[in-house]
């Protein structure tokens, strides 16, 4: 019997060598003994392995267009023989044989010393007066700076690198293994440097060879008007230097706004309370309202109703782009007065009697809420 070797694979008969290659990837890293733990996985895999042998060979594929079956006992194939069923190769290295760095195997030959720094992020706090008008604020940044005893370059004065002798400065080791597949190479990154190629003979006394050193350095950030809580300002290159004293990360500096005694921020707006007594609410009152950097008369209308606003324009945050303010928005709390003297009282019952407002007298005992429900419940 003839295996289906295109239907193993899943592609059809006039599928390129790309496409039989990115099919038997696909069911490798689904089937790999390695990455699925499964045992029918593992005759699945065996399988797979066959059909990509037969299949990315011309002159077997030939073979198999023309109806014959070249793993089969006698069926012509060169080679053939118990290849299919050859032993597994680790499944990386199936995908760094064929797919390269695409595979995850990573960039080959050695790396280089100098790399880039990591961006490094600090937090701020900030009043909401400073967030509001900006300010310059120090900060405190813990990073590595370029070691100036060997400017980076992380070897002794007077010494230099020298050529790794276990990899011969190709940062890795290979290894070549004959497989099902043909010859694998796979290659590990070298021990002996850390996969540089190079090795440090004398190493810098002041950073050991990283050719930065850990330190503690004061700046000064300019932090501009109407900026907001969670907001990142990027100070280039102000982050690590990197690995060999390589080029510096940036430094971003993360804005937190301590929250406000008086004022709530939405935005660019200010919200504040204020409490206004009955009195004045129903009479009407002109109040003084401390802004952010200005005092403000604001009018209370008489007859002001509790939960009442008033807007005051551009006295909010100074809005970051473009020019421009937000609004403070002052809530009017209206207070009943808690405690009143005998006289308040004549005066305020006097007061409803003119409105027609008359109000019923608490009891000594219960008071007018518990009579209110006796009633209800009918005992009155
Ligand atoms: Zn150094
Ligand atoms: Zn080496």
Redesign the pocket.
Known sequence: MTRDYYGILGVSRDASDDEIKRAYRKLARQYHPDVNPDPKAHDRFKEINAAYEVLSDDQKRQIVDLGGDPLAPGGGGAGAGPAGAGPFVGFQDIMDAFFGAAGGGGARGPRPRTRPGADAILRLELDLQETAFGVEAPITVDTAVLCTTCSGAGTAAGTHLAT????????E?QSVQRTFLGQVVSSRP????Q???T?IPHPCPTCAGDGRVRTRRSLTVKIPAGVEDGMRIRLAQQGEVGPGGGTAGDLYVEIHERPHDVYSRKGDDLHCRVTVPMTAAALGTRLTIKTLDSEEPVDVKPGTQPGSTVRLRARGVPHLRGTGRGDLFVHLDVRTPTKIDAEQERILREFAKTRGEEVAELTKQGGFFSRMRDAFNGHA
């Open positions: 790794c002798e276990a990899c011969g400065g190709r940062g080791i070298c021990t002996v440097c996969g540089y190629g090795v």
